[in-house]
């Protein structure tokens, strides 16, 4: 089966059965396939050594781009976007509240019929304080249309890690796909183990909570990555190997340093089932000049070569660069701009706007096609809708562990005995 073979009827049987319940609401008369992550996530391990793409849509032109790149592949696709990123304190126009809003209008307008799913990354709990706010926040965000969440408390100690994401999973609907995460994402340092790994797959599995995706430190970085030392693929392969009894896959989080040869291992080599791209999706709609993973290119003078007529206006750039260096940014920084110049990117010709929107179109059709090996794999989200008959596929992972031996008291107790590197302090988000 393939997109352009599908029968209108059956297309139509999955918008009816495959769309959550927060999306028939939200959008009733939408042709848009808006599904759970897990739909994405099967097909992916159905396929093997196969990969999504989970697109950070930190702008409209990628976001366009990423959907018509992923139409282009017939790949089934994730849209998301970080709470760092559009969150209540966010850098970006596109936020957790509008992502699955602009996302169908999209589609609509675009006439994507792959599968995609809506993923809010990174829901970030720091400390003690941030959950009794997260409680009311979470909810708001399945009512404005997300599909998938990541629930991210990987920046406390490990018990309070599992604690935390006992405490807050109830809220995410059982038919949302879900992300945990262990190892604050942070380069070289506070790398993941595969102890601190399994604890908190196995707390969580104790407790009937069966995540689709596990995050994992395993060496990569957000935003530009410079050392070339990248993601630790014989890392990742174990720790996925010691997790594969618990039926979690990996979501790899900092392509955008990492080679093309590299990310292409992860695909073969390890469970791996999404993967995130922000950094370079942004480069590459702005005209950047980028290599053929998506890092930047800088000049002599170590600033970002801007690739004449591609992207943005030549003048609009100036003005970027310009706003840029009056708040002493640094080249990470640059990921700011997002939100100030999302007004004036959109009010742009529409020959330059149609550029950008291109531009990330080919650099996401390269990515699934030839690096994730994720061409084709919508047909198979169609034939599991259809087959299932419902917006939730269900889970593949049992309960194994014994609730009783996973109390607060002995999770605290067992976390005590963890050899566990977080590596430095800092503000590693993305």
Known sequence: MSSAAISQSDFDRCLETGRPPNIQHLFPHSRALLVSGKYIDRAMTRKGQAVAMAANARNSFVLRGALLGAQKANAGLIIEIARSEGGAKGYCAVNLWNMALMVDAACNELGITVPVAVHGDHYGIKKESDIEPARTEIPTLFESGITSIAIDASHMPDDQNLLTSLDLIPLVPQWASLETEVGEIKGKTGISTVEEALFLIRGLNAHSVFPNWIALNNGSTHGLEESGLGIQVDLTREIHQALAPYKVNGAQHGTSGNSS??????????????????????????????????????????????????????????????????????????????????????????????????????????????????????????????????????????????????????????????????????????
């Open 261 to 430: 040869d590299r990310l292409k291992e992860i695909a073969t080599r390890t469970r791996t089932t999404k993967a995130n791209v922000a950094t370079a999706l942004q480069m590459v709609s702005w005209g950047v000049e980028v290599n053929d993973y998506g890092n930047a290119i800088l000049n002599e003078n170590g600033e970002f070569s801007k690739i004449k007529g591609r992207g943005v206006s030549s003048e609009i750039w100036e003005e970027m660069t310009a706003y840029a260096r009056e708040r002493g940014w640094n080249r990470n920084n640059y990921k700011w701009l997002n939100l100030p110049f999302e007004a004036r990117l959109l009010g742009q010709p529409r020959e330059i706007r149609q550029r950008m929107v291109k531009a990330v179109e080919d650099f996401v059709y390269e990515m699934l096609v030839n690096v994730f090996n994720a061409a084709d794999s919508a047909p198979l989200v169609y034939e599991d809708i259809l087959k299932s008959g419902s917006y939730d596929p269900g889970t593949s992972a049992t309960r194994v562990e014994d609730p009783a031996e996973w109390t607060r008291e002995k999770i605290i107790e067992r976390a005590g005995s963890i050899a566990s590197d977080k590596g430095e302090e800092g503000d590693f988000e993305d």
